[in-house]
């Protein structure tokens, strides 16, 4: 039991200097510092004190019971969700703050029930008061705490808040404030933020820009865990990912069957692979019969060095204007080298043979 360590950290988690400690609990910054070094202990009478300042229990100070605070805010959060309405969550979430008066979990979790308020409620005044005081809500969370997943969460529940109620250029300045770690809210509060404002041919521009960018994203983190896991030896795992990806990968395919046809080829193939690494006959075979078809839907597509995704994709991709957004291709597939590889994994079979015969 620590009771200085303990205090430092709590201290730093509610980001309080010691100075900022000492003047709340009405001791000297010596006193403080005294504790936070194991030198000497508080006197009893501060303790409840603390508790509050904190929002912890005196446990959790004396180093007991170090998680029931936030198991106590999950049973809150629990309660509030399994309620299933929006003014019970706002009763539930404001007495588990008069308990807990600064968990940002729940002044989130009441501010976002106080803009649902925003949102279904007939009473301008009611509205009005609910989005006022979500606003402070996510504010008290951003300037007090150290979490940048909370504060992350709380400007862009910001962001959400003004741009539905007009103030457009305030949500736009929060968006800017938003980490890196929270690329996706930036992406989808500027497509949204457009889309409010009215400004459609600027908000189809980027969100389609931005679509595609995602998909690209997925697509390659979806491709360097399979092959991961096959490094690792991991067959079947890397089997769901690929499969993943190949359904990604046609996600586009409305009006245009063979977009990206050459890395359907190529995660269909890598698929083949596993399959002969677990020893699956039939599947590898069925994985290959439909290498072997995308390749011969690739020979019929122009053979232009690039494509041009905003015409060949209209539906999609009207609006993309991006000259790096260009598909990989791959002009012709040799069925003699790429059915090579699985000779001596089928051996005498008969399947294979006949197939292999129609291809090569």
């Known amino acids: ?13 509610n980001k309080l200097t010691q100075e900022q400690l000492a ?11 005294k504790w936070e070094n194991g030198l000497c202990a508080p006197d009893v009478s501060l303790f409840p004190r603390m508790a ?3 929002n912890v229990s005196i446990d959790r100070i004396f180093g007991f019971y170090r998680y029931s605070y936030e198991d106590d805010v999950k049973k809150i959060v629990k309660s509030a969700d399994d309620s299933m309405d929006t003014y019970k969550e706002i009763e ?13 979990d729940l002044k989130l979790y009441l501010a976002f029930s106080l803009s649902m308020v925003n949102r279904i409620s007939k009473d301008v005044g009611e509205k009005k008061d609910a989005v006022k005081k979500a606003i402070v809500l996510c504010n008290e969370v951003i ?57 459609y041919d600027k908000q189809l521009k980027e969100g389609q820009t931005n679509l595609f960018k995602c998909w690209m994203a997925m697509g390659r983190v979806l491709d360097s865990l399979s092959s991961s896991f096959m490094i690792k030896g991991e067959y079947q795992k890397a089997t769901e990912y690929i499969r993943a990806h190949l359904k990604l990968l046609s996600v586009f395919d409305e009006g245009c069957p063979d977009f990206y046809a050459t890395h359907k080829i190529w995660a269909q193939e ?13 599947k590898c075979l069925e994985t290959l019969k439909k290498v072997i078809k995308l390749a011969e839907d690739v020979r019929n597509v122009s053979k232009s060095p690039s494509f041009e995704i905003s015409k060949r994709n209209p539906t999609y991709f009207s609006e993309l ?5 260009l598909e990989e291709y791959m002009s012709d597939v040799f069925a003699d080298k790429l059915l090579a590889q699985y000779d001596g994994f089928f051996g005498e079979d008969r399947e294979y043979a006949d197939f292999k015969n129609t291809v090569v």
């Open 270 to 282: 890598k698929e083949a692979k596993c399959y002969m690494r677990i020893g699956d006959k039939i």
């Open 321 to 325: 204007i991006d000259s790096n957004a």
């Open 92 to 104: 539930i979430i404001s007495e588990g703050l008069q308990r807990y008066p600064n968990s940002p």
């Open 1 to 13: 039991m620590n009771i200085g360590e303990n205090i430092y950290e709590l201290r730093k988690a």
């Open 23 to 33: 003047a709340k609990l009405n001791v000297s910054e010596q006193a403080v510092s």
């Open 52 to 54: 509050e300042l904190f």
């Open 143 to 199: 300037d007090n705490c150290n979490d940048i997943k909370h504060i992350d969460r709380a400007l862009d529940m910001l962001q959400m808040i003004y741009t539905e109620t007009g103030e457009y250029d305030k949500a736009l300045e929060v968006i800017g404030k938003l980490s890196s770690d929270s690329y996706n809210h930036i992406i989808v509060g500027r497509v949204d933020l457009l889309y409010n404002k009215g400004e």
